[in-house]
């Protein structure tokens, strides 16, 4: 089945410890975002890929950078996560080819900071 | 006026009853308004989306209803089940082909119980 996947799906990370947050998906989407979900909050948009092409959301801290090797696949790197980073992180995806941007959700990974 | 205002932040609604979650936008270019079902540990997954062009959309128990004068549009669920019990979020976004490329622009939430 075509698919978003995020691994891992919990992840333990130590306070300033980077820390690495992958998607894959299956579906051959051209746009793929990264979300931070916090505690019975709506998910943030934290930056978002069209191809290649970056876009980064306004008020995303420096801290938090990603990387789109291909169409399938892309990573989320906080270079020194704090307490305030603990979250859930989801990522989708999307096609403009479609007849809408319909975006498409992976089950997303718990980022733990201790 | 890229807010979307959702209401209410909680529900509850006994099983066989109707559950109807609001929400509100101000920015007239929206012309996708999808809402979103979302379990503990789980990422959201699209329940129903409409387009402004209509006025009410159905999917076997979950409608959609809009209306574009007064910028509201809601999600009736007929016949709750326990099984609905879940966060419940309404969204907006610019669809047309090169518009903001679909980022979407969430409401806050409706956690949803359904009560046996």
């Not at chain 1, 019975?40 to 930056?47: D, V, Y």
């Not at chain 2, 929400?23 to 929206?30: G, H, Q, S, V």
């Not at chain 2, 789980?42 to 062009?53: E, F, H, M, V, Y």
């Not at chain 2, 979020?89 to 903001?100: D, E, L, M, Q, T």
Request: hydrophobic share 30%.
């Amino acid at each position: 089945d075509a698919m978003v996947i995020q691994n891992p799906r919990y992840q333990v990370t130590q306070f300033g410890k980077p820390v690495t947050l992958s998607c894959s998906q299956t579906l051959n989407h051209n746009v793929m975002y990264w979300y931070q979900q916090k505690s019975s909050q709506a998910p943030k948009l934290l930056f978002h890929y069209y191809d290649k092409d970056f876009n980064n959301e306004a008020d995303t801290p420096d801290n938090f950078q990603s990387r789109r090797p291909n169409t399938s696949f892309c990573f989320l790197d906080i270079r020194s996560p704090g307490l305030g980073d603990a979250a859930m992180y989801l990522c989708a995806t999307a096609s403009p080819f479609a007849n809408s941007y319909e975006q498409y959700f992976g089950p997303g990974t718990r980022l733990t900071v201790t | 006026q890229q807010q979307v205002k959702q209401s209410p932040q909680s529900l509850i609604v006994q099983k066989g009853g109707i559950s109807i979650i609001n929400c509100a936008y101000e920015n007239t270019a929206f012309d996708y308004f999808p809402w979103y079902q979302q379990f503990p540990g789980k990422g959201p997954a699209l329940l129903i989306a409409i387009r402004p062009d209509v006025s009410e959309k159905k999917e076997g128990r979950f409608t959609i209803s809009f209306n574009k004068s007064a910028k509201q549009f809601s999600l009736h669920i007929m016949d709750s089940q326990p099984g609905d019990s879940a966060t419940y979020f309404c969204a907006a976004s610019i669809n047309a082909y090169g518009g903001s490329q679909g980022n979407l622009i969430f409401g806050k939430g409706t956690k949803l119980s359904v009560k046996p």
